[in-house]
């Protein structure tokens, strides 16, 4: 299973462009799936899933 944006938008709560200036600037959020043209496919949801705990843990400090 790949998530897509509108999924990962919708899990995260965060806009297409900031999930892709996120990406962009080498945070800490999880990359892409890419396709060989090195088009977004789409994301792994075990990542994000990872990424979202990982955010909600440090909300919780």
Known sequence: MILS???VSKI???SRST???????ATDF????LDERGR???WNPVTIE???KARMEE???
Do not use: E, F, K
Request: proline share 8%; with cysteine.
């Open 5 to 7: 944006y509108q999924a």
């Open 19 to 25: 999930i892709y200036r996120r990406w962009q600037s």
């Open 40 to 42: 977004v496919v789409g």
């Open 12 to 14: 995260t709560g965060l």
């Open 30 to 33: 999880p990359a892409p799936i």
């Open 50 to 52: 990872c990424w979202v």
């Open 59 to 61: 909300r919780s400090r």
